[in-house]
């Protein structure tokens, strides 16, 4: 993966931004609630870098990174977990994954996404459609990825996570995902936050806190303020004495790389390999769908992969 430069970021800038991205995991009430709290203003602007979006666009793919990011909270060892969509919509689609390790990476299926007319708001639904969600883990041991779809009801991707886990796993939930935008159009915050009941969290309370998180004021604007995760957990929800158990870096990452690449061409029928080999274009260029990173093999590559099979 090859990251592209933030306008106008020195590596200082850079490096600070980065150190901000984390994800805090929480309890509330005594641990019948259990929660995350996402700083992911660097990796939203890195994903919209490197992808080069636009504002629509960034705001569609960063609160699915957002999304997913929190999803993976509790994923232990050598696992993932995966957001797709399927829709009707301008946006036709999305893939998103996290991993264990707190990398994030993803990508829209149409860009730019087209619009008729300038948007009035952030309300996202038109562009969506009908459509399904996909909620993919890929665990350690397993031979196969678990798959769960649901029908997109709401076109608001924090909205279709809460019924994911509320129609699937039976687990009441809610989300609050937020990208904050300057009047330049550039990201200075987004951020994002859920909470699940547990077993033997009384209805009353699981509806409070849901209604609490869905009213919470703009968190990417929080962020972009300067407030801490921490800090806005403690003041939101001190009522019900916040409990922090762990915290990690979250990053946009991607590990494609030229051999990756490579080996995607060497699989390919020989037939084709040789017609490529034979009338290029060279360079050839493949594009990692995940990150953006586009990668050149010249004829002299191409060949050597030919001659290896």
Do not use: W
Request: aromatic letters at 10%.
């Amino acid at each position: 993966m090859i990251k592209k430069q933030i306008y106008a970021e020195s590596l200082k800038e850079r490096l600070l931004a980065s150190a901000k991205d984390r994800l805090y995991n929480f309890l509330l009430a005594d641990g019948v609630i259990r929660g995350a709290v996402l700083h992911g203003t660097h990796m939203v602007n890195e994903m919209r870098a490197n992808h080069e979006l636009g504002i629509l666009e960034t705001l569609v793919l960063g609160r699915a990174y957002l999304g997913v990011a929190l999803m993976s909270y509790n994923i232990k060892g050598i696992e993932s977990i995966s957001l797709k969509i399927d829709c009707s919509g301008p946006i036709k689609g999305l893939t998103v994954e996290a991993n264990t390790f707190g990398e994030v990476r993803g990508f829209l299926k149409n860009v730019p996404i087209p619009i008729d007319k300038p948007m009035e708001n952030f309300d996202l639904s038109p562009f969506f459609g009908a459509g399904f969600l996909s909620v993919i883990r890929h665990m350690a041991d397993a031979k196969q990825p678990f798959t769960s779809k649901i029908t997109l009801e709401y076109g608001n991707i924090a909205q279709d996570l809460a019924n994911y886990y509320l129609t699937s796993e039976q687990i009441p939930t809610a989300f609050n995902l937020s990208i904050k935008y300057d009047k330049k159009g550039h990201v200075t915050g987004a951020g994002g936050l859920f909470l699940q009941a547990m077993p033997g969290a009384a209805e009353s309370l699981a509806a409070e806190l849901e209604e609490l998180v869905v009213r919470l004021p703009s968190l990417g604007e929080a962020f972009a303020g300067g407030q801490e995760p921490q800090g806005l957990i403690q003041a939101v929800f001190n009522k019900y004495t916040p409990r922090f158990l762990a915290n990690k870096r979250i990053e946009f990452m991607c590990h494609c790389g030229p051999e990756r690449l490579r080996s995607i061409l060497k699989m390919l029928p020989i037939d084709e390999l040789q017609d490529i080999r034979d009338k290029g274009p060279f360079p050839l260029e493949m594009r990692c769908h995940f990150c953006n990173t586009l990668y050149h093999f010249s004829r002299e590559e191409i060949q050597q992969i030919y001659a290896e099979r």
